[in-house]
């Protein structure tokens, strides 16, 4: 399964039960790279995606069981390191700020088993900057 995950820079996803920030530019980036698969998540993460045509998106709790490999997750409120072994790719949204964090991005990138394969940068809506990481596993 590729992950798709939106963080801080200290790696925070989460904070008192609600996502740090949300951008509809990065959702329609999102729906954009997935258009061609599977776009799995749970209801929380739906609501994000409401106002937009993702006719891709399948909505269920135990959506990171459900995912097939190259299937994509968008990821805001679940700890992934139980699924590492079943990730192929991590694409990383970064907010380029800080925020207050609780829940936090839980596979550690820098343990030799992923390598960064390209970093874009592009204008968000709230956003100035949004950097977009992709990550492949060694």
């Known amino acids: 399964m ?3 995950v939106a963080i801080d820079d200290k ?3 989460l904070f008192n039960g609600r996502r740090q920030s949300k ?3 990065l959702c329609e980036d999102v729906l954009t790279m997935t258009r061609n698969s599977r776009l799995w998540m749970n209801a ?3 609501k994000q995606f409401e106002n937009h045509n993702g006719e891709n998106i399948k909505q269920c709790e135990d959506f ?3 995912a097939a490999a190259e299937e994509y997750c968008f990821v805001e409120n679940a700890s992934l390191n139980p ?6 790719k ?3 949204y970064k907010w380029n700020r800080v925020y207050p964090g609780d829940k936090f991005f839980d596979i550690n ?7 960064m394969s390209s970093v874009s940068e592009f204008q968000g809506f709230s956003h100035e900057k949004i950097s977009k990481e992709i990550w492949d596993r060694c």
């Open 109 to 115: 990138l820098s343990d030799g088993k992923w390598h």
């Open 23 to 25: 951008d509809r530019v």
């Open 90 to 92: 991590i694409v990383l």
């Open 64 to 66: 990171l069981d459900s």
């Open 2 to 4: 590729i992950v798709i």
């Open 44 to 46: 929380y993460s739906a």
């Open 83 to 88: 699924y590492e072994h079943k990730i192929e």
């Open 11 to 13: 790696g925070g996803m």
